[in-house]
């Protein structure tokens, strides 16, 4: 079983613009995280949304950073980033 690598987000499209579309971009095609620029090969995983790109690194630093801005994160807040960070209770 093979995973996506890239996610899209976004509104749903025509069967024909996705058929069309599926015919000129390969699996191959790079995506760029649009925060720290690196490509869909270099990272676990990468969402694509309308006009701006992701990728899991990115996304996790974020979630850190609005978990942690009020600097008492809830007990449910910091077993997410415990887990994340491999850290056991």
Not at 16 to 36: G, M, P, T
Not at 47 to 55: A, L
Not at 72 to 83: R, T
């Amino acid at each position: 079983m093979s995973e996506k690598k890239v996610i899209k987000l976004g509104a749903k499209r025509d069967k024909k613009a996705e058929i069309n579309e599926h015919e000129h971009r390969h699996q191959d095609d790079l995506v760029y995280c649009s925060f720290c620029h690196r490509p869909n090969t270099q990272v676990l995983k990468m969402v694509q949304g309308p006009g701006v790109n992701i990728c899991s690194e990115c996304t996790m630093i974020a979630v850190q950073y609005l978990i942690l801005n009020d600097r008492m994160p809830s007990a449910e807040a910091q077993q997410i980033l415990d887990a994340f960070w491999g850290k056991a209770r």
